[in-house]
T-cell receptor
Framework: GNSVTQMEGPVTLSEEAFLTINCTYT??????LFWYVQYPGEGLQLLLK?????DKGSNKGFEATYRKETTSFHLEKGSVQVSDSAVYFC????????????FGSGTQLTVLP | KAGVTQTPRYLIKTRGQQVTLSCSPI?????VSWYQQTPGQGLQFLFE???????NKGNFPGRFSGRQFSNSRSEMNVSTLELGDSALYLC???????????FGPGTRLTVT
């Protein structure tokens, strides 16, 4: 079956540091890949997505590239802010539909001023 | 446009009872999916409804059920509650063609 393996947390960084959160996946076919963010007490918000190999998703300074050869979708940001503190989830869905998501375990990010 | 709303936001029930959670999707969205979030198991897919029909189901026991109404609002029901059912239950709505999912704030269920 499908699975997503995400970098263990928690991650603590100083403001303006570079962020990488690793994500690798196992899936049949050509899944779509997503990063979601969850702030305390809230639901999930879609941060970015990529639907085919070599696509780069980007939003709010975050980026991730769909690498089929390494089955990876690592999240990066060049300069984190305190407001980026949240839990980040990598997820996939089978090709052709995003209706059923398989999530990674989540990575807690804390950014210190 | 209003987002996905879920009611109630918090719920405390006793083991053995049953519970019903409600989800109102974004206007125009016909697909509603439910997820369970726990510290131990993470986020797990429960089921998805589209036009009042269940299209997908995750690996949960039959105590977990759902339905969708003609206005796309959805409910999920858990019968004979167990302590392990304590979780945040998230609802997401989506629409064709991408079915990109928009999540509600969740219902926090505590079973004592």
């Amino acid at each position: 079956g499908n699975s997503v393996t995400q970098m263990e947390g928690p991650v603590t960084l100083s403001e303006e540091a570079f962020l990488t959160i690793n994500c690798t996946y196992t899936a049949t076919g050509y899944p779509s890949l997503f990063w979601y963010v969850q702030y305390p007490g809230e639901g999930l918000q879609l941060l970015l997505k990529a639907t085919k190999a070599d696509d780069k998703g980007s939003n709010k300074g975050f980026e991730a590239t769909y690498r089929k050869e390494t089955t990876s979708f690592h999240l990066e940001k060049g300069s984190v802010q305190v407001s980026d503190s949240a839990v980040y989830f990598c997820a996939l869905s089978e090709s052709g539909s995003a209706r059923q998501l398989t999530f990674g375990s989540g990575t807690q990010l804390t950014v210190l001023p | 446009k209003a987002g996905v709303t879920q009611t109630p936001r918090y719920l405390i029930k006793t083991r053995g009872q049953q519970v019903t959670l409600s989800c109102s999707p974004i206007s125009g969205h016909r697909s509603v999916s439910w997820y369970q979030q726990t510290p131990g198991q993470g986020l797990q897919f429960l089921f998805e409804y589209f036009s009042e029909t269940q299209r997908n189901k995750g690996n949960f026991p039959g105590r977990f059920s759902g339905r969708q109404f003609s206005n796309s609002r959805s409910e999920m029901n858990v019968s004979t509650l167990e302590l392990g059912d304590s979780a945040l239950y998230l609802c997401a709505s989506s629409t064709e063609p991408t079915y990109e999912q928009y999540f509600g704030p969740g219902t926090r269920l505590t079973v004592t």
